[in-house]
């Protein structure tokens, strides 16, 4: 299983961005999907998460999902996560995750990581 990783960079505070996650090799319909985010010295937190087909679950943390919103897109075998009125307290190391089940919050549970990409917001 292997996950691309793209956007990110440097943003101001209160614009939009988009990050997209493309996954290859994982055929299990059933799987699972999600952000985490890692500021710089601190411990690495859950942002999103979803299934992949069935019964769609879509969850997110609950300090975020006010300005964050996750989607995919089945034809691209990619997932999109956006996240609105950015705040300087949003710079970190996105990462997404992919897992064979449903994980939601539980980091353990993902077997497959994107290579992360950078989100710096300036005030």
């Known amino acids: 299983v292997q996950l691309q990783a793209s956007g990110g960079g440097l943003v101001q505070s209160g614009d939009s961005m988009r990050l997209s996650c493309t996954v290859t090799?994982?055929?299990?319909?059933?799987?699972?999907m999600a952000w985490f985010r890692q500021a710089p010295g601190k411990e690495r937190e859950f942002v999103a998460g979803?299934?992949?087909?069935?019964?769609?679950?879509?969850q997110y943390a609950e300090s975020l999902e006010d300005r964050v919103t996750f989607s995919k897109d089945i034809t691209r075998n990619t997932v999109y996560l956006v996240m609105n009125n950015l705040k300087p307290e949003d710079t970190a190391v996105y990462y997404c995750a992919s897992s064979p089940y449903w994980s939601g919050r539980y980091s353990p549970g993902y077997d497959a990581w994107g290579q992360g990409t950078q989100v710096t917001v300036s005030p």
């Open positions: 090799g994982r055929n299990d319909r059933s799987y699972g």
């Open positions: 979803l299934t992949w087909s069935g019964e769609v679950t879509t």
